[in-house]
């Protein structure tokens, strides 16, 4: 049960430094400039809403729900979204460097040119993807479900694609020899 209801609310420029927002709808709110530095934002409902240029530093967000979120260009390195729904999410741009997405759900996703060096993807669903010119150097896809998902110039320099899923419409960067589906 949502611990405060802020579903399409314009808090565009609002300063919520330090903020409890645990378990929060923030469904389909406009959230740009957002000030969410240190916030706890664990179980929070994001579905629908535009997120670009908040400030999410030190921000805690577990088990999060992104789906349809706008996100495109964040600065996201290092952050544990770690049991996250993310589904057709736009992520394009967006910073994930070290980031923690173990088991994650981000089914239809978009990170066109995003970069995901060393990020943690273990288990994830990224079927259905748009990794197109994303960066996934030293990434860990162990156990990643990577079926329909286009990975066309992308870089997967040392990503760890062991025991992955995926299938004759799964589109790999020229010339990549992939390992055989689970």
């Known amino acids: 049960e949502p611990k405060a209801d802020l579903s399409q609310a314009d808090l565009r420029n609002l300063n ?34 535009d997120l670009r240029n908040a400030y999410l530093m030190g921000a805690s967000m577990l088990g999060v729900k992104l789906n ?14 770690t049991h996250s729904e993310m589904r057709y999410a736009n992520l394009d741009f967006t910073h994930l460097q070290n980031a923690v997405l173990n088991n994650s759900d981000m089914k239809g996703a978009s990170f066109y040119q995003a970069d995901l060096t ?45 025991d992955i899923k995926h299938n004759h419409e799964t589109i790999w960067p020229e010339g990549f020899q992939p390992p055989v589906s689970k």
């Open 16 to 49: 919520l430094f330090q903020s409890n927002l645990i378990n929060a709808d923030l469904s389909e709110s406009t959230l740009m400039n957002t000030n969410f530095r240190n916030s706890c934002l664990q179980g929070s409902n994001f579905d629908g809403a």
């Open 118 to 162: 060393e990020a943690q993807l273990q288990g994830a669903d990224l079927s259905d993807a748009n990794l197109n010119q994303c960066i996934l150097v030293k990434a860990n896809l162990n156990s990643a479900n990577l079926r329909y998902c286009n990975l066309s110039n992308a870089i997967l320099q040392h990503a760890d694609l062991t």
């Open 68 to 81: 349809f979120a706008i996100l495109s260009g964040m600065e996201l390195n290092g952050f544990d979204l």
